[in-house]
């Protein structure tokens, strides 16, 4: 047996850079004499849940699955929304839960069983749902994947801050975000070469595949060894709501800030509909989908260290650039569907559009994200990121549904062409923002 550990320590070190495996920071002492092992739990948990939500992007895959099935337009709208404010309201609430148990890995386990489950409620759907049941119940599943997306992440955390030491969580995100990349590249390879076949039940496989993800990542989070922590402490949660809504009437800056970051929601609510766009011209066949995933992999893996750097001299205007991307991006989506040409008839102008909006749409997260975080102050930092969150959830759920209407009567592309006068009026009031770097 003891060979076994020593190879893996070894490997930890090389992953990690790190000389010494029992070098600490943080974290208690049980923990670092566990840190290896721990450490490769947490990367083939971190692998399992984002391959799983690539494989089920609310952005990408569900709007193919809605469009296959023959779902009303409108319920397209609601996709997103659904999808980032279920795990993005409730966090207040749930932190406080959370708090309450000494083995925070618990709640992680039972966010990942949930979301395996609701994955293949949908690989389901994707074979026997039809029309506008199907579509509301991908939409009611949706729901309970999100709340334990939500359950989740804020448990994820809270694990990696008591099982991993400093400087070396980055590195640990860095090796799952690259194998989880390439996984979903290859994926979307396959899916390219399945070419003009039916994509129903290939489809239900890629949605099958996305809950064996899941089902990963809550048995990696069930072996992890975690050292019991406290359970006192903190703010009511009604009492944080009513400090941060305080906050929010007193701080000027902080109001203009989610003002323009609610207008950049339109980066996000444009991807579906340009995804939806590109399936009318495969049908139900899953070659056009695999060109999508593959084009919007590369555009990720590409994007974020350009924006990283920029938002490190100018969150500001990243944000306004994201909102002048948004724009440029929807009208060339609209203008594509509109345009009688034949080459316009293919998926390729919406997968080179959707590639330009996941490049927008990772300038905007990166943006917005700096800003807030360079904006606050150490001591209502955490206040300031979970109002803002609160806040953009709320947000999600009616301009998403607005939105939806406005598909139902306008059509995909006249609905883009709404949100890039949508992105237009974030660029402006981004670059209305003070300089906070």
Known sequence: MAAPEI??????????????????????DEACQEQPRNFFLHLVASLGNKLADELSSARLVLPWLLGMIGAPLWMVGLLVPIREAGALLPQVFIAGFIRLKPERKWVWVLGGTLQAIAAGLLAL???????????????????????????????????????????????????????????????????VLLGDRPGELALAVLLGVAALGWAVNALCAARIEEVPGAVEGGENAWDSVKTGLTLLRDDRDFLHFNVARALLLASALALPYVALLGQEQSGAELGGLGI????????????????????????????????????????????FAWWPAAWSETVWPYALVYALLVIVHAGVRLGRKTYVVDMAGADNRALYVALSNTLTGVLMLAVGGLVGLLAQWLGSAGLLAVLALMGLAAAASAQRLPEVE
């Open 7 to 28: 190879s893996q320590t070894r490997l930890y070190e090389w992953l990690t850079g790190d000389d010494d495996s029992r070098m600490c920071r943080d974290i208690p």
């Open 292 to 335: 999508l995933i593959v084009v919007s992999g590369v555009a990720g893996m590409l994007a974020s260290p350009v924006w990283g750097k920029r938002a490190d001299a100018s969150s500001r205007r990243v944000m306004r650039d994201g909102g002048l991307g948004t724009a440029t991006g929807c009208l060339l989506g609209a203008a």
């Open 125 to 191: 759907l994707a074979l026997f749902g039809h029309g506008g049941l199907g579509g509301a119940l991908v939409l009611g599943v949706l729901v309970v994947l999100s709340l334990a997306r939500g359950l989740s992440s804020i448990a994820t955390k809270d694990v990696l801050g008591k099982t991993i030491a400093k400087q070396r969580r980055g590195t640990l995100m860095g090796w799952s975000g690259s194998v989880a990349g390439g996984v979903t590249l290859a994926a979307g390879g396959v899916l």
